[in-house]
């Protein structure tokens, strides 16, 4: 593999995903000449282009940059999993023996031999990642993050503010995390999910467990108090070494003290609902204390009071006292749960509807019992079809047999184009529309047409 020190030219084929462009940002920053392919124009992409790197949408070998073709010896080329196999223009530079490399390679390449905090987890890494992100860039460490999501704060996938420490997401899709060898990580999660990948449970969890295995002697590993696994734990209320007491809620925002190995810091603020999110601060306050962040003085508690959020994850579209509108990147049945357990807590007095893409074929088929039970919470739902993403159809699975097995009365499956409609007849007070797939942008559909704007 070449030095990326030597690289001049760096060419991303799927830039448009959320790791990829801000790897693309990274290097763009270092003054080389960045480019890519993407399927589809996006916010993402029209922000690259506008960063000054030039993205290309039609898979054809020839809208390919001469500055990449004509200088193979200085250029890597970076792919991430989910493009086709047939791909024309990662095939055509394969042939022509550009060097190419996967994405989760290139990261691992970046943080090699740099102090790396790493966040691992089927939920809340990306959440987690965010705000440890945050807790050092506003205490003053000179680091350099890489979001799985645009952070609130800097509307951004991507901190940088020196070098002398790299946060990273940890993805275990296509067990990526393993190019990875962090001084110090976390793991939220293990539950089961990519089943299309791992097969099943127990292969995901041997994979968290030779992820953890990485970290050295003199570093540590930080885990949710009850997985298997050997580490400093973290919990709400209980004896984990990390461990919010007595958690208030106070004008929407949780109020808390922390307890540590050495003691107790108190009246800690945190603005997102939820206590996944609760756990998911606890872990980045943990990372940052370990790594050494000031808990004399009050720089952390404030920096963890301003942290306002990731795009997607309980991001509020619509606040009044009549009118709510949540988007939410939950796929997976726990996710569901945990944004059902926030909403409930913030709003226990309002009528809640769910509205859900279900994400992959084969992940709907592999949960749909833990589906119909997590969607069957909400006082009423509405399905839209399944996002296919990677995936072909699976005979008998879709948002109609899925639908079937929710429990709740109060239960439609609606198409895209019948979407407002369906909702503005609702008499639900708080609507909180989930999934990966494309809905994100109905999010912004059902927005105005609620405010009128459409």
């Known amino acids: 593999m070449k030095d990326l020190n030597h690289i001049q030219n760096f060419y991303f084929i799927g830039i448009g995903g959320i790791g990829m462009s801000a790897l693309a940002r990274y290097f763009r920053a270092k003054d080389v000449y960045v480019a890519g392919y993407d399927r589809t124009p996006s916010q993402l992409t029209k922000e690259l282009e506008q960063e000054g790197i030039e993205v290309n949408y039609e898979d054809k070998e020839d809208i390919i940059p001469s500055k990449v073709l004509e200088d193979k010896d200085n250029t890597l080329v970076v792919y991430t999993p989910a ?7 990662f095939n055509h530079l394969k042939t022509k023996g550009f060097e190419i490399t996967k994405r989760a390679q290139l990261l691992g390449m970046v943080t090699d031999k740099k102090y790396t905090l790493a966040v691992a987890g089927t939920h809340g890494k990306t959440t987690t990642t965010a705000i440890l992100g945050h807790l050092l860039k506003d205490t003053g460490t000179k680091v350099t993050a890489f979001l799985g999501g645009i952070s609130e704060d800097i ?11 790299v946060v990273v997401e940890a993805d275990e899709f296509d067990r990526s995390f393993l190019n990875l060898s962090p001084n110090i990580a976390a793991i939220t999660s293990m539950d089961a999910d990519h089943l299309d990948i791992y097969g099943e449970k127990e292969e995901l969890e041997r994979s968290f467990k030779e992820f953890a295995s990485k970290i050295p002697e003199d570093g540590k590993l930080f885990v949710r108090n009850g997985l298997p696994l050997e580490g400093m734990t973290l919990g709400l209320e209980d004896h ?24 107790l810091i108190e009246n800690l603020k945190f603005n997102l609902p ?13 990372m940052a204390i370990e790594y050494g962040s000031p808990t004399e003085n009050d720089d952390l508690a404030r920096a963890l009071y301003s942290f306002k959020g990731v795009k997607r ?28 357990q926030a909403v409930r807590e913030m709003y226990p007095d309002k009528r809640i509807l769910a509205v859900f893409q279900p994400h992959l074929f084969s992940r709907t088929r592999d949960f749909a019992e833990d589906f119909a039970s997590s969607l069957s919470q909400f006082d009423e739902v509405i399905l839209l079809e399944i996002y296919p993403a990677r995936e072909l159809p699976i005979e008998g699975i879709s948002s109609a047999w899925l639908l ?11 198409k895209k184009e019948d979407l407002n409609e369906k909702i503005r007849s609702s008499k639900a007070e708080v609507i ?9 942008v109905e999010v912004e559909k059902v927005k105005k047409a609620l405010l009128n704007e459409a």
């Open 83 to 89: 493009i086709p196999k047939d791909h024309k223009q």
């Open 155 to 165: 509307q951004s996938n991507l901190i940088m503010q020196g070098d002398d420490v």
């Open 240 to 263: 984990a070494d990390y461990s919010a007491r007595n958690i208030k809620i106070e004008d929407g925002s949780y109020v808390f003290d922390l307890k540590t190995p050495s003691g």
């Open 274 to 286: 939820g206590q996944h999110n609760l756990l998911n601060a606890i872990t980045a306050l943990a």
């Open 313 to 340: 994850r309980f991001s509020y579209k619509i606040k009044t006292d009549n009118l709510v509108l949540i988007d939410d990147y939950a796929h997976h049945p726990t996710e569901i749960s945990a944004v059902h």
């Open 404 to 414: 079937d097995k929710v429990s709740n009365p109060e239960k439609q499956l609606v």
């Open 432 to 440: 909180v529309m989930m999934g990966a797939g494309d809905i994100g």
